[in-house]
């Protein structure tokens, strides 16, 4: 079965200081990987999807990129704005997205 | 535009009641997907609606069910609540042909006493 393992689950950084985030996946043929971002209260925000390893995706201070196991959500010089829940998650069959638990970053000024 | 609406945002209910959480996708979607999140946990797929017909279905119990109307919006549907029902219900839409990104609404939170 599918399956979407993010690490750390949390972390705390200091603003300006970058990072990267992971998502490691298990599946039986990529069909696409999605980045979402979840502020308390809201619902998952979508930022990216990649689809085929080597590809690489950017908005703002984010990036992310695709291997043939795993995806990083590189944040760089982030600001106390970027503090929120990154969820990754494997498209699975035709329509439902597999999330995995999440990264809850908080940026400190 | 607007976007995905959900109603109501915050519901409490007593083990063994039956709820009903609504949902209205954004303009021009056809598509719509309901998700459980648990506290600090990512969303779990409950079952997809297209063309008023369940689409595609997750590892839920019977107790769980929905409707697609024809103009689209939808409603879920979970009798004789336990205490692990309560959750973050997200409604997403989507159109209905090859696989477009998920837009979600803000969500309805159930508690369950």
């Known amino acids: 079965e599918d399956q979407v393992t993010q690490s750390p689950e949390a972390l705390r950084l200091q603003e300006g200081e970058s990072s990267s985030l992971n998502c490691s996946y298990t599946?039986?043929?990529?069909?696409?990987l999605f980045w979402y971002r979840q502020d308390p209260g809201k619902g998952p925000e979508f930022l990216f999807t990649?689809?085929?390893a080597g590809e690489e995706k950017e908005k703002e201070r984010l990036k992310a990129t695709l291997t043939k196991k795993e995806s990083f959500l590189h944040i760089t010089a982030p600001k106390p704005e970027d503090s929120a829940t990154y969820l990754c998650?494997?498209?699975?069959?035709?329509?439902?997205?597999?999330f995995g638990q999440g990264t809850r970053l908080t940026i400190n000024p | 535009d607007a976007g995905v609406t959900q109603s109501p945002t915050h519901l409490i209910k007593t083990r063994g009641q039956q709820v009903t959480l609504r949902c209205s996708p954004k303009?021009?979607?056809?598509?719509v997907s309901w998700y459980q999140q648990a506290l600090g946990q990512g969303p779990q797929f409950i079952f997809q609606?297209?063309?008023?017909?369940?689409?595609q279905r997750g590892n839920f119990p019977d107790r769980f069910s929905g409707h697609q109307f024809p103009n689209y919006s939808s409603e879920l549907n979970v009798n004789a609540l336990l205490l692990g029902d309560s959750a973050l219900y997200l409604c997403?839409?989507?159109?209905?042909?090859?696989?477009?990104?998920?837009?979600f609404g803000s969500g309805t939170q159930l508690s369950v006493l």
């Open positions: 599946v039986s043929g990529l069909r696409g």
């Open positions: 303009s021009g979607h056809d598509t």
């Open positions: 998650a494997v498209l699975q069959g035709a329509q439902k997205l597999v």
């Open positions: 997403a839409s989507t159109l209905g042909g090859p696989y477009e990104k998920l837009f």
């Open positions: 990649l689809y085929s």
């Open positions: 609606y297209y063309e008023e017909e369940e689409r």
